[in-house]
T-cell receptor
């Protein structure tokens, strides 16, 4: 299994508070991705990174920011959490190349009350 | 634009039945195609892949053939087990993307009854 660790695995917080989710990899892969998974929507890309300090937006980036200061860590921040951001968040990594698969972490279940 | 369409679930089968989960795609060029499986409480795991037309991906008794003429990548298994109960996702990686952003289907839940 690919070495991907997401933390925390579960979190409950209140509307308006900041939240940071962490993705840590031991594979030295260049590409990292943050997705959210919601019933009926499959996986939707929030942000991705193609190198240290190189990031770009996905399809549902509003309300989220990311940072990647080291190859192994990719942080997702909700500056002021809202109830609509209650979801399961997955990190994925890839070596890059159209025929290379993405490998996923076990997810973070985030509930915003 | 690029898109993936999967059949609606849930799909409910008896053990040892034949499984087909349909997946069709829209993409320019020659995308790579993938099937992932997700068990409860876990992340997605790569099940199989195909990177060019007529390729057949296979793993753990599951198969899928990349059909460019019908833009399809249907997942099949000859005899399902209770342990195959999970959510299955079809995905594509566009050949023209330099950032390797996948497009995922919405997932199909499979329930296998003993």
């Amino acid at each position: 299994d690919a070495g991907i660790t997401q933390s925390p695995r579960h979190k409950v917080t209140e509307t308006g508070t900041p939240v940071t989710l962490r993705c840590h990899q031991t594979e030295n892969h260049r590409y990292m991705y943050w997705y959210r998974q919601d019933p009926g929507h499959g996986l939707r890309l929030i942000h991705y990174s193609y190198g240290v300090k190189d990031t770009d937006k996905g399809e549902v980036s509003d309300g989220y920011s990311v940072s990647r200061s080291k190859t192994e860590d990719f942080l997702l921040t909700l500056e002021s959490a809202t109830s609509s951001q209650t979801s399961v968040y997955f990190c994925a990594i890839s070596e890059g190349g159209a025929n290379q698969p993405q490998h996923f972490g076990d997810g973070t279940r985030l509930s915003i009350l | 634009g690029n898109s993936v369409t999967q059949m609606e679930g849930p799909v409910t089968l008896s053990e040892e039945a034949f499984l087909t989960i349909n997946c069709t795609y829209t993409a320019t060029g020659y995308p790579s195609l993938f099937w992932y499986v997700q068990y409860p409480g876990e992340g997605l795991q790569l099940l199989l892949k195909a990177t060019k037309a007529d390729d057949k991906g296979s793993n753990k008794g599951f198969e899928a053939t990349y059909r460019k003429e019908t833009t399809s990548f249907h997942l099949e298994k000859g005899s399902v087990q209770v342990s195959d109960s999970a959510v299955y996702f079809c995905a594509l990686s566009p050949s023209t993307s330099g950032t390797y952003k996948y497009i995922f289907g919405t997932g199909t839940r499979l329930k296998v009854l003993a």
